[in-house]
């Protein structure tokens, strides 16, 4: 869909334990974001990354690190789960900012 | 801080019928306009977008209307169809050169046959 692949699609884990998400894209997109969507809130930010090695945090980072060593992968860490991180990651790519996002598929993480 | 956000969180229309969703932004320096569409299950997808400098913009069964003066737009669907029964999101995207983007919570759209 549009060069863009989320992995896992769906995973469940034990609270304490680390978990990495992987978005991986095949277009050359200079920029990448994680969201995660949750009933209420939406699709908020988590961080984002806008070249190799160029990331930065939006509104809902605590909690999450990223990585950005190749173009084409932006991989998204939980340190350490914990039940709130139990959500629906998206990881999204535009080529320059004026223009919209494409979408991942989605990841749902379950964290017990 | 800055927010967008939708009026209604559910609309129920009839097959056929023209269905309205509106949205409210906050941020008056914003650029640009997305509205998106997510079905059970997939990630959002892209219906339309408008700038700033323009007032609406048609797509095929799709309009998008932006009054800057409320800060507000909106997003029509002509002879709605029941595979058109989805969340429909607003964002808007400030000028930076991240472009990050402001999403509503989403209005669930369900079209009866």
């Known amino acids: 869909d549009a060069g863009i692949t989320q992995s896992p699609r769906h995973k469940v884990t034990e609270t304490g334990t680390p978990v990495t998400l992987r978005c991986h894209q095949t277009?050359?997109?200079?920029?990448m974001y994680w969201y995660r969507q949750d009933p209420g809130h939406g699709l908020r930010l988590i961080h984002y990354?806008?070249?190799?090695?160029?990331?930065d945090k939006g509104e809902v980072s605590d909690g999450y690190s990223v990585s950005r060593s190749k173009t084409e992968d932006f991989l998204l860490t939980l340190e350490s789960a914990t039940s709130s991180q139990t959500s629906v990651y998206f990881c999204?790519?535009?080529?320059?900012?004026?223009?919209?996002?494409?979408f991942g598929s989605g990841t749902r993480l379950t964290v017990v | 801080g800055e927010s967008v956000g939708l009026h209604l969180p559910t609309l129920s229309v009839q097959e056929g019928d023209n269905s309205i969703i509106n949205c409210a932004y906050s941020?008056?320096?914003?650029?640009?306009f997305i509205w998106y569409k997510q079905e059970s299950g997939k990630g959002p997808q892209f219906i339309i977008d408008?700038?700033?400098?323009?007032d609406k913009r048609q797509g095929q069964r799709v309009t998008v209307l932006l009054n800057k003066t409320v800060k507000h737009l909106s997003l029509q669907i002509a002879a709605t169809q029941p595979g058109d029964s989805a969340v429909y999101f607003c964002?808007?995207?400030?000028?930076?050169?991240?472009?990050?983007?402001?999403f509503g919570d989403g209005t669930t759209l369900t079209v009866k046959p």
């Open positions: 999204a790519i535009r080529t320059q900012w004026a223009d919209g996002y494409t």
């Open positions: 277009e050359n997109h200079r920029y």
């Open positions: 964002a808007e995207i400030g000028n930076t050169n991240a472009g990050k983007s402001t």
């Open positions: 941020n008056s320096a914003s650029d640009y």
């Open positions: 408008i700038r700033s400098n323009m």
């Open positions: 990354s806008y070249g190799v090695k160029d990331t």
